[in-house]
């Protein structure tokens, strides 16, 4: 698997459009991004649908011999699968439990481009960050520019006082899959979360909680 082999995640949850968009680099990005996750021997957790970007990243680290898990709500089976799943299927009842089943399966999680639903995933984690219910790294493929606006909002609501500009840095963002992973695998939490991780009911978001330290 090269040098890289070994990396500060086990497991990543990547979001992504059902859809691959209308340009080819959408496309290759998702494919680069699976074999940067076989290359750093990280194994993958996704939506579950064999379609779009979904279903390129997922094919690509599954054949690269790592292990996929799809998480997807039972509605959507018909819509998002076609033909053969990819690797293991999670069935959940909505999408509040798919995303808490995602997060808790996964070490650090990864937006590709997508639409409504890729952003809504993003922005929740963003939040659960900021929140302190997780800490775990929240990165963005900013492939070809695709996100360069909802940075700039980002900012903008950072400027206008709406965002805590320590908050700003939850997200890491890079236009490569090599250059995010590298900067997600240096990332520490730099901002005060609004109330300590063992303060939340973290088993109502699908979250296990770690038993507190002998002594």
């Known amino acids: 698997m090269g040098d890289r082999a070994s990396c500060r995640f086990r497991t990543v949850c990547v979001f992504c459009g059902s859809s691959a968009g209308k340009r080819r680099v959408f ?27 979904m279903g390129l990243v997922a094919r690509t680290v599954l054949d ?5 898990v799809g ?15 990819v690797g293991e299927v999670k069935v959940v009842s909505d999408m509040h439990e798919r995303k808490a089943e995602m997060a808790r399966r996964s070490e650090a999680f990864i937006a590709l481009p997508g639409g409504y639903g890729t952003m809504e995933e993003l922005l929740e984690m963003i939040t659960w960050s900021q929140l302190g219910i997780h800490n775990k790294p929240v ?7 695709y996100y360069d606006t909802l940075l700039a909002l980002f ?18 963002s890079a236009p490569t899959a090599t250059e995010l992973l590298t900067k997600m695998e240096e990332y520490t939490r730099s901002h005060q979360e609004v109330a300590p991780t063992t303060s939340w009911e973290i088993s109502d978001l699908g979250y296990t909680k770690a038993p507190p330290a002998d002594g």
């Open 71 to 85: 998480v997807i709500p039972r509605a959507l089976m018909p819509v998002e699968i076609l033909g053969e799943s």
């Open 27 to 53: 496309g290759d990005a998702a494919l680069d991004l699976g074999r940067e996750l076989v290359t750093r021997g990280v194994d993958l957790v996704y939506g579950g649908g064999s379609i779009g970007l």
């Open 64 to 68: 690269g011999g790592r292990r996929v």
């Open 155 to 172: 900012d903008k609501g950072a400027r206008e006082g709406f965002i805590n500009p320590d908050c700003t840095h939850i997200l890491v």
């Open 139 to 145: 990165g963005l493929l900013n492939v070809d520019g």
